[in-house]
């Protein structure tokens, strides 16, 4: 184990139930540098968001860091107004799935969002965004 496994970076990121002991806490260090990524299998091609260090199809630890680009098919959202206990202060806010082809990810719709432009299959983008308290997650926007 080295020391990188142990880090706490993770206690930054601000919404999404990641774990904080990961071997993927490069993830933050990405974020604030503006870009959201995932990880791609060297051995097999397999695609993973949240990022993975080890490949779950092939086991293997060959992974390359890749950046979250272009756009993303919205797959479903839904408009939270309960949610687990340390999350009621966000309220309300609206969970979505993007799909990217070779993987998804699940986040949250930009707050400034007019949830009536919203459509089940429109181009968004995946972008970083800075919470009030200095804290960092990623947000969908529409495309364009
Ligand atoms: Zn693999």
Known sequence: MSKKNED?????FGTVSFTRTT????????????????????TCGADFFPPRADCAGCLSSDMQW???????????????EF????FDADLPYSI??????DF?????LDRDLDLAEVRIGM??????????????NFVFKIAG
């Open 123 to 136: 181009p968004m983008t995946t972008v970083v965004n800075e919470l009030p308290d200095g804290r960092l």
């Open 66 to 80: 890749r950046e979250v680009t272009g756009t993303a098919k919205l797959v479903s959202y839904s408009r939270l």
């Open 8 to 12: 706490v970076r993770f206690g930054k």
């Open 83 to 86: 949610a687990p206990v340390g």
């Open 23 to 42: 071997r993927v806490n490069d993830f933050i260090d990405y974020l604030e540098n503006g870009k959201v990524m995932y990880t791609r299998c060297n």
């Open 104 to 108: 998804q990810v699940f986040g949250r």
């Open 96 to 101: 979505a799935l993007l799909d990217y082809g």
